[in-house]
């Protein structure tokens, strides 16, 4: 089983980016995968999910409205598109396999810097 992360870079406040989360070692629609982040001398936070059965998705207040998952079960890949960014999105981003702190298996993360 693994999961990378990829599609960081730098974006200007305002801006966009969408993250990719890519998968082996298994289907990504039979489980729950989860988005995350670590800042600088902060916790990882969750960000988002999306169920593997139902395809239902969560936000956390911090990204709901701006942040947008979604899978594409051809390409075993989870997106996490990323509107309306600010300097506190600045970040190492995260993927997961499950949605909590404690899932199991996780990628490498993708840096996002947001500055002017």
């Known amino acids: 089983v693994q999961l990378q992360a990829s599609g960081g870079g730098y974006a200007q406040p305002g801006g966009s980016l969408r993250l990719s989360c890519t998968a082996s070692?298994?289907?990504?629609?039979?489980?729950?995968i989860g988005w995350f982040r670590q800042a600088p001398g902060k916790e990882r936070e969750e960000l988002s999910c999306i169920e593997g059965s139902s395809g239902a998705t969560y936000y956390a207040d911090s990204v709901k409205g701006r942040f947008t998952i979604s899978r594409d079960d051809a390409d075993n890949t989870v997106y996490l598109r990323m509107n309306s960014l600010n300097t506190d999105d600045t970040a190492v981003y995260y993927c997961a396999r499950g949605c909590s702190n404690s899932a199991a298996y996780w990628g490498r993360g993708t840096q996002v810097t947001v500055s002017s």
């Open positions: 070692g298994f289907g990504m629609r039979y489980y729950d």
